[in-house]
C-alpha cells in the first residue's frame, strides 16, 4: 500500500524506485544517446553503462563510464523513444546525477550551490532584460508589478515564460502578439519569481527543487482550460517529468497540463494561417534541437506555412534539448555549431532560423562574421502577419564591447536605478561571454586597416 502525506522527496523516491524496478537492463537507451559518441564510451558494452547507472541512483556510486553518461547527456530523448519497458532514461540519468551531488556534497553546500546559481541567473535575467525593456513592456511580460496580481477574468490559458527567454525579449513578445492576433485568451507567468526548480535540483537539492517548483505550480494553476503553454524547454522537462507527476503522486492530483509553444501554435495552424499574409521571399534553413517531442515538426509545419519561405535542409545532426544542453560536451558543441555555419554558407541561405532563446543568444553574434541572418521562427511569422519586435539583445551583442553597450543602453540603467559596474559585469559574462564558438573576425573598413 503507497505511503500517505508523502513529502516531495519521498514522493520523487517512490517513482525513482519503480523505474528501477521495471528497467531490464537493456541498454537500448545507451545505443540510441548521441552523446555516447562525443563523450568517449561507445566502445563500453551499453548492458554495463545503464546498469550503472542504476548503481549511482541507488548510491551514489557507479562505474566510470556510467558517470560520464549521466554527466554527458544533452537531453536529445531518443533513450525515451528506445525504451520498450515505458522507463523514461532521461529522467533516470537527472537522478543520476542528483545521487552524484548528493554524494559529493552535504545538503548545506548542495543548498548554498543552488541558491548562488538562482541569485546569478535572477540577476542576469533582470539586467539584461532592463537593458533592453522598459516598465511597461517588462510588465506585459509578467514581470514588474504584473508578477504578483492576477487578471480580473480567469484566461482561457496560461502563458509560462520561464526565466532566461527575458534574455531575449523580442521572442517571447512575438509569442504574445501571435497569440494576441489569433485570439487567444492568456495570462503570462515567470521569470525567477515562478521558479521550475531545475537550478536547485542541479546541485542536488531535491527538497527546496520541490518546493520551488510547488510555489510556481500554484500560481499557473489560473486557467480555464487547465492548460500552461510553456516557452522554455528546459522548464518543460523539469516540470513534466520532475515535478508534476511528483506532485500528482504527493497529492493524487495533476494541476494542468503543460504544451510547449511551438505544439500548440502548430496545433491552431489552421487559425494562423489567415493572417499569414505578406510573402517572405527568403532561402531559410532551421537549427534543429529533437529533446521535445514534435516540437520539429511543428516548427518545420509553421515554417512551410509562411509564404514565399524556402525551406533547406542543411543535413546536420539535430542533438539536445536546446542549445545550452550541448554545454555538458563543450568541444563537440562548438563542432556542431562551426558545421552549421559552414554548410548554411554553402548552401546559399538568407536565414538560418532558431527556434528556442539559448540558440538564438549563442548565434546570433555570427552574423557579422557569415553572408546570411540569423533570426527566430517568430520572427518570421510576425512578419508575415504585419507583427514585429526589436531584436535589441543581437544589436548590442553584434557591438562586442561592454562600454558600448552600457553606452547605448544609459537611458535604461538610468531609469531602472541600475549599478553600472554590476551591469557591465553582466554583460560581460552574461552576453559577451554567452559564445560557445568564437566569432570570426570581421574585416576592418580599409580606412581604419592599419598602416603597413
Given at each position: 500500500m503507497?505511503?500517505?502525506?508523502?513529502?516531495f522527496?519521498?514522493?520523487?523516491?517512490?517513482?525513482?524506485g519503480d523505474?528501477?524496478d521495471?528497467?531490464?537492463?537493456?541498454?537500448?537507451c545507451?545505443?540510441?544517446?548521441?552523446?555516447?559518441?562525443?563523450?568517449?564510451i561507445a566502445?563500453v558494452?551499453?548492458?554495463?553503462?545503464?546498469?550503472?547507472?542504476?548503481?549511482?541512483?541507488?548510491?551514489?556510486?557507479?562505474?566510470?563510464?556510467?558517470?560520464?553518461?549521466?554527466?554527458s547527456?544533452?537531453?536529445s530523448?531518443?533513450?525515451?523513444?528506445?525504451?520498450?519497458?515505458?522507463v523514461?532514461p532521461?529522467?533516470?540519468?537527472a537522478?543520476a546525477?542528483?545521487?552524484?551531488?548528493?554524494?559529493?556534497?552535504?545538503?548545506?553546500?548542495?543548498?548554498?550551490?543552488?541558491?548562488e546559481?538562482?541569485?546569478?541567473?535572477?540577476?542576469?535575467?533582470?539586467v539584461?532584460?532592463?537593458?533592453?525593456?522598459d516598465?511597461?513592456?517588462l510588465?506585459?511580460?509578467?514581470?514588474?508589478?504584473?508578477?504578483?496580481t492576477?487578471?480580473?477574468?480567469t484566461?482561457?490559458?496560461?502563458?509560462y515564460?520561464?526565466c532566461?527567454?527575458?534574455?531575449?525579449?523580442?521572442?517571447?513578445?512575438?509569442a504574445?502578439?501571435i497569440?494576441?492576433?489569433?485570439?487567444?485568451?492568456y495570462?503570462v507567468?515567470?521569470?525567477?519569481?515562478?521558479?521550475?526548480?531545475?537550478?536547485?535540483?542541479r546541485?542536488?537539492?531535491?527538497?527546496m527543487?520541490?518546493?520551488?517548483?510547488?510555489?510556481s505550480?500554484?500560481k499557473?494553476s489560473?486557467?480555464k482550460?487547465g492548460?500552461?503553454i510553456?516557452w522554455?524547454p528546459?522548464?518543460?522537462v523539469?516540470?513534466?517529468?520532475?515535478?508534476?507527476p511528483?506532485?500528482?503522486?504527493?497529492?493524487?492530483?495533476?494541476?494542468?497540463?503543460?504544451t510547449?509553444?511551438?505544439?500548440?501554435?502548430d496545433?491552431?495552424?489552421?487559425?494562423?494561417?489567415?493572417?499569414?499574409?505578406?510573402?517572405?521571399?527568403?532561402k531559410?534553413?532551421?537549427?534543429?534541437?529533437?529533446?521535445?517531442?514534435g516540437?520539429?515538426?511543428?516548427?518545420?509545419?509553421?515554417?512551410?506555412a509562411?509564404?514565399?519561405?524556402?525551406l533547406?535542409?542543411?543535413?546536420?545532426?539535430?542533438?539536445?534539448?536546446?542549445?545550452?544542453?550541448?554545454?555538458?560536451?563543450?568541444?563537440?558543441?562548438?563542432?556542431l555549431?562551426l558545421?552549421?555555419?559552414q554548410?548554411?554558407?554553402?548552401?546559399?541561405?538568407?536565414?538560418?532560423?532558431?527556434?528556442?532563446?539559448s540558440?538564438h543568444?549563442?548565434l546570433?553574434?555570427h552574423?557579422?562574421?557569415w553572408?546570411?541572418?540569423?533570426?527566430n521562427?517568430?520572427?518570421?511569422?510576425?512578419?508575415?502577419?504585419?507583427l514585429?519586435?526589436q531584436?535589441?539583445y543581437?544589436?548590442?551583442?553584434?557591438?562586442q564591447?561592454?562600454?558600448l553597450?552600457?553606452?547605448?543602453?544609459?537611458?535604461?540603467?538610468?531609469?531602472?536605478?541600475?549599478?553600472?559596474?554590476?551591469?557591465?559585469?553582466?554583460?560581460?559574462?552574461?552576453m559577451?561571454?554567452?559564445?560557445?564558438?568564437?566569432?570570426?573576425?570581421v574585416?576592418?573598413?580599409?580606412?581604419?586597416?592599419?598602416n603597413p
Open positions: 503507497q505511503t500517505v502525506n508523502l513529502s522527496e519521498e514522493a520523487l523516491d517512490e517513482r525513482v523505474m528501477l521495471a528497467c531490464t537492463r537493456c541498454g537500448k545507451v545505443e540510441a544517446c548521441p552523446s555516447v559518441k562525443p563523450a568517449g566502445d558494452k551499453s548492458e554495463d553503462v545503464i546498469s550503472g547507472i542504476l548503481d549511482i541512483v541507488r548510491t551514489g556510486q557507479g562505474p566510470e563510464a556510467s558517470r560520464i553518461w549521466a554527466a547527456c544533452m537531453l530523448g531518443e533513450c525515451i523513444q528506445a525504451c520498450d519497458e515505458n523514461n532521461r529522467f533516470l540519468l537522478m546525477r542528483v545521487a552524484m551531488a548528493k554524494a559529493k556534497n552535504a545538503l548545506p553546500e548542495r543548498r548554498r550551490n543552488g541558491v546559481k538562482y541569485r546569478e541567473l535572477s540577476r542576469d535575467v533582470a539584461l532584460s532592463q537593458l533592453q525593456l516598465d511597461e513592456v510588465e506585459r511580460l509578467g514581470q514588474k508589478s504584473a508578477s504578483v492576477t487578471s480580473t477574468e484566461p482561457d490559458f496560461v502563458f515564460t520561464g532566461n527567454v527575458l534574455k531575449t525579449p523580442h521572442i517571447a513578445l512575438l504574445l502578439d497569440m494576441d492576433r489569433i485570439g487567444i485568451s495570462q507567468m515567470g521569470g525567477p519569481s515562478h521558479c521550475c526548480g531545475i537550478m536547485q535540483l546541485p542536488g537539492d531535491v527538497e527543487s520541490g518546493r520551488m517548483g510547488a510555489n505550480i500554484d499557473l489560473q486557467s482550460s492548460q500552461v510553456s522554455c528546459s522548464c518543460y523539469q516540470f513534466t517529468e520532475t515535478t508534476l511528483t506532485l500528482e503522486r504527493q497529492q493524487k492530483s495533476r494541476p494542468f497540463e503543460m510547449p509553444f511551438m505544439r500548440f501554435l496545433g491552431r495552424l489552421g487559425d494562423l494561417k489567415p493572417h499569414l499574409r505578406k510573402p517572405i521571399n527568403l531559410v534553413a532551421l537549427h534543429r534541437h529533437p529533446g521535445l517531442s516540437a520539429v515538426q511543428a516548427a518545420l509545419d509553421i515554417l512551410q509562411i509564404p514565399g519561405v524556402e533547406i535542409d542543411l543535413q546536420q545532426p539535430a542533438v539536445g534539448l536546446q542549445s545550452t544542453s550541448l554545454s555538458v560536451l563543450p568541444a563537440y558543441k562548438r563542432e555549431q558545421n552549421e555555419l554548410a548554411a554558407s554553402d548552401a546559399g541561405i538568407d536565414a538560418l532560423v532558431t527556434v528556442y532563446h540558440e543568444r549563442e546570433c553574434a552574423e557579422g562574421g553572408p546570411f541572418r540569423i533570426v521562427l517568430l520572427e518570421l511569422v510576425g512578419e508575415s502577419m504585419g514585429q519586435q531584436d535589441r543581437k544589436e548590442l551583442k553584434i557591438m564591447d561592454a562600454d553597450i552600457l553606452s547605448e543602453c544609459g537611458d535604461l540603467i538610468a531609469r531602472h536605478g541600475l549599478d553600472a559596474g554590476k551591469a557591465r559585469d553582466v554583460v560581460i559574462k552574461g559577451l561571454g554567452d559564445q560557445p564558438l568564437p566569432l570570426k573576425p574585416p576592418r573598413p580599409a580606412e581604419l586597416a592599419p
